[in-house]
């Protein structure tokens, strides 16, 4: 699948996330550096630990805590992630990951 640059993430896509889940774009081959100044392009497995980031393109509401009260999302959309794991997800040609909050590791600055 076409991979879209993350510049394409402010786009509202129909898909929401439910409770404390974010819909993640991974990072292109580009935005990790992973394509070499010659243009080739690095095996994933050579550098598999840029491979896990990416971009929040939409979050959910949260999640109940015992005492019943929402705690809300600490990442919002537009911040660029380090994740540990998701599940993948293709929608509207593009495949994206639906992360559980605990499973996003880093917020990149």
Known sequence: MKKLSSKKKQENLGLTPVGDRALILPLSDEELGTTSPAGI?????VNREKADRGTVIAVGDGKYNENGELVPMRVKKGDRVIFQWGDKVDFGNEEYYLVSESNILAIIN
Request: aromatic fraction near 0%; avoid cysteine; charge should be negative.
């Open 41 to 45: 392009i690095i095996p994933e497995t």
